[in-house]
């Protein structure tokens, strides 16, 4: 098992390798799980996203070893990339990769919950939305 923690919260390291041993059984999911499976947990009174990404067929497993970073390793570095550039976005937590001797076979991507937040799309699909063009106005200023 390979574990990368960011250093912001490295005091959850613990917790969140228990939480991992049952996401499949607890946890509150956010969409429908038909690709990958987003939950909510609790740690220590702090909510946290558990992204479980789809298994991959034995040649992806191969890639993801040893030529291409995992989704879950991509997933953190970009959310650090875009905090760094001033957006808005989940600050990542850490991202966890199981290998056997063929290659990946599961991976993760842990991100602090946002409450009260929207998409993208639902600012542009939404010609209601409040401040809408003031908020796609400042999305393409950056």
Known sequence: MKVFFAEDFSQYNEEIILTLKKIKTSGTIIGNGDRNVVK?????????NFKSFKQHNIINRHVYKFYRRSKARRSFEYAQLLLDKN???PKPVAYIENHDFIGLTSSYYISEHLENTFTLADVLFNRDFPGRMEIIKAYTVH
């Open 40 to 48: 909510i947990f609790e740690i220590k009174g702090v909510l946290f």
């Open 87 to 89: 957006f808005y976005t």
